[in-house]
């Protein structure tokens, strides 16, 4: 079936460094994607979100792109701080509302090294 | 405001035992949802609500039941417990449609284990 994929599970960077988590996914009818951040032993938190009629959208430090014609989303977080070590998941909707049918990718863990 | 609100943190069952989660929001919104998280696998959707007395299943809806009988509140019951529902699982909630933000507000979850 259609999912979300991330291509790779761990990524370490050294404090202060950028960082880029990669996200692939097969549904070219999604239309919303979300970025979750899940520290250990907590429920995922909101970072960011992008509808598929842009392909970049900042927030604070961070930046999500989209890339519709290879079906690719990433997330950069600049500068990174000691507190952006987590598993970051990317999402796609698969219903009609922002939130209705979420499909979470498997996530990658990000660890700064300080 | 306290959130998404999830008991119990943590419990044991035996195969075939049944029981409920509980989650309850205090933020008025509309949709709330469950999911389960299990190692490898990220977060996969079992049943959603869009409102009072609105369910709908998600991906993986088998041997599990809600309801939604107050804006506040959506339980999850397992009816009878098997070790593949052994999971840590998230309650969810957020206002429902589209918009500038469509942010889904976890709870911390619930870890499950089914001997």
């Not at chain 1, 600049?78 to 999402?91: L, R």
């Not at chain 2, 939604?68 to 999971?87: G, H, N």
Request: charged residues 15%; aromatic residues 10%.
């Amino acid at each position: 079936g259609e999912n979300v994929g991330l291509h790779l599970p761990t990524l370490s960077v050294q404090e202060g460094d950028n960082s880029i988590i990669n996200c692939a996914y097969s549904n070219s009818a999604s239309d919303y994607f979300i970025w979750y951040k899940q520290e250990s032993g907590k429920g995922p938190q909101f970072i960011i979100d992008i509808r598929s009629n842009m392909d970049k959208r900042q927030g604070q430090r961070v930046t999500v792109l989209l890339n519709k014609t290879v079906k690719h989303l990433s997330l950069q977080i600049a500068a990174t701080q000691p507190g952006d070590s987590a598993v970051y998941f990317c999402a796609e909707n698969m219903g009609s509302f922002g939130n209705e049918k979420l499909t979470f990718g498997t996530g990658t863990r990000l660890t700064i090294i300080p | 405001n306290a959130g998404v609100t999830q008991t119990p943190k943590f419990q044991v069952l035996k195969t075939g035992q049944s029981m409920t989660l509980q989650c309850a929001q205090d933020m008025n919104h509309e949709y709330m949802s469950w999911y389960r998280q299990d190692p490898g696998m990220g977060l996969r959707l079992i049943h959603y609500s869009v409102g009072a007395g609105i369910t709908d299943q998600g991906e993986v809806p088998n041997g599990y039941n809600v309801s939604r009988s107050t804006t506040e509140d959506f339980p999850l019951r397992l009816l009878s417990a098997a070790p593949s529902q052994t999971s840590v699982y998230f309650c969810a909630s957020s206002w429902q449609s589209g918009g500038d933000t469509g942010e889904l507000f976890f709870g911390e979850g619930s870890r499950l284990t089914v001997l």
